[in-house]
């Protein structure tokens, strides 16, 4: 038995990264997987590997920030797998600029993927887990969310957005009664596609200056890799975090200490 089984999880953002990642966990432990992206072609050779390998997926094209897109993915779920049981809400992208460079429709976009996105993933997916008898909810914030980023500040202010709704929703959660635990995670430096996105076009020199980088913050030069966060979403899914809610799980190679 692993350590989700007969549990129904959705990963948003679960083409690559870390959310691909956590998917294939969460799949291997037993749960059928609901992978949703914005990236189709990626979103469902995700899916397709893990249903070759014997594991259940099913991908669905979705936009985060669209509310009525989160209306028809709850209801498609629960049409395909029937519950609902664990939510990841990881998609999320970073956009550069300090404050004054940074124009507001940049502002505005960075909101609406990473904070009205793990808003709306909530308020539509709480009744659905609740009818499902509870489960748990993992909230992808950032070492952005605990301590400032220069050059990164809207990104920060949504990821510091993302775990104090967390630890609010978690204690709504208690108060609803409803078995539901609402928990954020905290990554640090973890190498995934997302440093390409960032700071301009010529990708490869873009994720060697970030590579330079990583290496003289992260104590002991160490840069993570998706599945050292995947770990901590399994972790947080799984009956053995049973007591844990609203609750933030850094996973940072000592980068906040
Ligand atoms: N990689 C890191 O170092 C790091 C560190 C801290 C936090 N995070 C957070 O982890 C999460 C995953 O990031 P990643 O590093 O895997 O990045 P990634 O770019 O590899 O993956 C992000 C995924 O989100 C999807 N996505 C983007 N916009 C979307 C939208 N509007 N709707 C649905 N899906 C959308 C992308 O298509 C992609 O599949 C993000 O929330 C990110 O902020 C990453």
């Known amino acids: 038995m692993g350590r989700v089984a007969n549990k129904v999880a959705l ?34 050779a995700a ?48 956009l550069s600029g300090t404050v004054l460079d940074m124009s507001m429709a940049d502002y505005h976009k960075q909101n609406s993927i990473n904070l009205d996105g793990v808003f709306l993933g909530m308020k539509y997916s709480i009744p659905a887990i609740a009818q499902s008898g509870g489960g748990s909810i993992i909230n992808i914030s950032s070492v952005a969310g605990i301590k400032g980023a220069p050059g990164l500040s ?25 078995n539901i635990r609402v928990n954020s995670i905290h990554p640090g430096i973890i190498e995934t596609a997302i440093w390409d996105k960032l700071g301009g076009d010529n990708v490869g020199e873009n994720r060697a200056r970030i590579s330079e980088a990583a290496e003289s913050v992260i104590p002991g030069g160490k840069i993570g890799q998706p599945l050292d966060i ?14 844990m809610t609203g609750s933030e799980l850094v996973i940072d190679h000592g980068f906040t200490a």
Request: overall charge negative.
């Open 11 to 44: 990963i948003s953002g679960g083409a690559m990264g870390l959310g691909k990642a956590s998917a294939e966990r969460l799949a291997f432990e037993g749960a059928s997987v609901v992978i949703t992206d914005i990236a189709d072609k990626e979103g469902q």
């Open 47 to 94: 899916a397709d590997q893990i249903n070759e390998e014997g594991g259940k997926a099913l991908f669905i094209h979705h936009d985060v920030s669209q509310e009525t897109e989160w209306v028809s993915v709850i209801e498609q779920t629960l049409a395909h797998f029937g519950a609902l049981h664990i939510l990841v809400n990881n998609a999320g992208i970073a």
């Open 154 to 178: 809207a990104y920060a202010m949504t990821k510091g957005g993302v775990r104090l709704l967390s630890k609010s929703v978690a204690r709504e959660c208690i108060e609803m009664g409803n």
């Open 230 to 243: 995947a770990n901590g979403v399994l972790f947080l899914a799984s009956e053995d975090a049973s007591y």
